[in-house]
C-alpha cells in the first residue's frame, strides 16, 4: 500500500544526528512531532485534542530492546468541558500533533520501557472510530499507521 495514495498519511518527526532518530526527554517540555498529511485534492476534517473525540485517537506501538511490543495511548481523564471540535486540514496540508511523553498523560511511555540511550522501534498509529457526531459533521474515519523506525531515546 502506497500512503501517498490514500487520503491521510501519518509520519513521526524527530532530531536526526549522526544518522540516528532521537527522541528526548531531558526537559519537561521536551517533545517531537507527528505530522498527517491530507494527501487529497479534498479538504479532510479532523478531531482535535481538545476534546474527548480527537485526544484519544493517537497511540504509538513500541518494540523494546529486549523485543516486547507495546501500545503507548493516552490515559483515560475527566472531561470538565467536552465538546465535538475539529479543523479542516486543507488539500495536500499538514496536521501537525505535538507530542510530550512528560506530561503524565500517556500509559507506557518509552522512558519508562527502555534505558537511556536505547534504541526502540516506533511507529504511530491515529485511528478515528465512527460516531454519531463524526457522521453528522463529515469527519474523517479510519486508521494510519507510520513506518516502524528505529529512535534512541535520552532521558
Known amino acids: 500500500m502506497n500512503p501517498e495514495k490514500e487520503p491521510l498519511s501519518i509520519s513521526i518527526s524527530t532530531l ?3 544518522g540516528k532518530r532521537l527522541i528526548e526527554f531531558y526537559k519537561p517540555e521536551d517533545h517531537f512531532h507527528v505530522v498527517i498529511k491530507n494527501n487529497s485534492d479534498s479538504s479532510i476534517k479532523l478531531w482535535t485534542e481538545k476534546s474527548s473525540w480527537g485526544f484519544y485517537n493517537l497511540s504509538f506501538e513500541i518494540i523494546t530492546p529486549n523485543g516486547e511490543k507495546f501500545i503507548a495511548r493516552k490515559k483515560e ?3 470538565d468541558k467536552n465538546f465535538p471540535d475539529y479543523c479542516s486540514v486543507e488539500p495536500f496540508a499538514y496536521f501537525l500533533l505535538n507530542v510530550n511523553f512528560n506530561d503524565g498523560t500517556w500509559q507506557y ?3 519508562h520501557l527502555a534505558t537511556s540511550g536505547n534504541v526502540i522501534t516506533l511507529s504511530a498509529i491515529f485511528e478515528v472510530p465512527p460516531t454519531k457526531e463524526s457522521k453528522e459533521l463529515n469527519i474523517w474515519n479510519g486508521k494510519i499507521s507510520s513506518r516502524e ?3 534512541v531515546i535520552w532521558y
Do not use: A, Q, S, T
Request: net charge negative.
Open 16 to 18: 536526526v544526528k549522526d
Open 77 to 79: 481523564r475527566e472531561w
Open 109 to 111: 511511555p518509552p522512558m
Open 149 to 151: 523506525n528505529e529512535y
